[in-house]
DNA sequence: GAGATATACAAACGATCGGTCGTTAATGTA
DNA sequence: TACATTAACGACCGATCGTTTGTATATCTC
């Protein structure tokens, strides 16, 4: 085979691996998911594996990034659009909320899957995980802290309680969906979160009724 | 050695093991615990535990149901002395909480970490597992469906709905309370279900203040 | 065009996986 | 006392784990 862009067909068939992983490791973990089986589903050797990456440690963490890229994409970017406040928060909910109900990934969240595994397992991956979910409740509290800024949540919110909430009503409907099947789940996690916010708002108009 | 007692011995063994099962499995997940490191962990050998169980799976069965007794007797028995009614369910949700806060089990909640894992894998241990968490989201429900008949929560409440709610923000405890050191989102979590039951309750003095 | 670099593979490594087999010793049953 | 049962073990099995090595080929750099 000619012109097969030696450095472009790597990072090409890097992208589709860490894809397939991150997809994967939604449904049985980073660490539950081995090489063979992932060389298996990529349709390539075990072994080449090893000439992206040093280890099944470091492709972990690239999966880690990965993930992280797809969650700013689909979820935090579209929520972006909403105009700053008490609207951009509950559209950030609705935006993730979206992203489990359109099965974007098999196993529903790549986060939820692979915290539980790495949880009380030191090391690398467990650091880059935690940071990711850090730095992702600490998005949502920013949004909460705006939404009082700008007199769109009473001033007697505590963010970080707020906060809690919503990242727990929307991250839930992940074991809960698989449990029940129906879309039920989907609608509690909506109306919660929204009712939520419509009592903590000055102008609930400002929020869909239901 | 006289006297062992070889019958009586046998199912003190296979309670230990059970036990120490459960506890490891909070934290490693049910098949990421090897037999090779349980062996290890019990100080017994390997090929011991085929005296006891089949194979794997039907210890993971056993665990299953041995970690489900453990939370009825530390969860919902102790929720079942309070009056019936929304005290005796944010008596539940208390005792959950405590069962999370005293550290029972190192890794948090033997069905959050186990869940997780046979989420999309079907067989015995998944439908086990399925069965334990509906019987449990059930049950929530169920006090829910008494408070309300007693008047104790608003007409309008949706039982489905609010089980989701207070379900979710006791489970989600697990995971945050690893991720960010300190008890406050135990009164996060507390707080939650404590505020939303006073609002739909027409008898807010049945529960504490905060 | 020469040499370094990168992609990808098959084959094999030691370690560990879940599981089997045969054995020993103590117990329960007759 | 005779015999089946039970708990528990060490040794070992084939399979799979993550990883290493060596090789072939195509691409990039000079």
Redesign the interface.
Known sequence: MTHDGRRLRGSRSREAILERTVSLAS???L??LSLGRLAAATGTSKSGFFAHWRDKEQLQLDAVEWAARQWTELVVAPALRAPAGVRRLFALHEARLKFYSDGVL???CFF??V???F???PGPVHDRI?RA??DW?KFVRRQVDEAVALGELAGSTDP??LA??I???G??VV??S???EGQ??FA??R??VLQRLR?LCPHPDLLPED
Chains 1, 2 share one sequence.
């Open positions: 449904v049985e973990g660490d539950g098999p196993g529903g939820f899957a915290h539980a595994e949880d009380d397992r935690a979910m850090r409740l970080a309680q809690y909430e990242d727990a009503l991250e839930m074991p809960h698989r449990l029940h039920a789940v509690h996690a109306r919660a009592a």
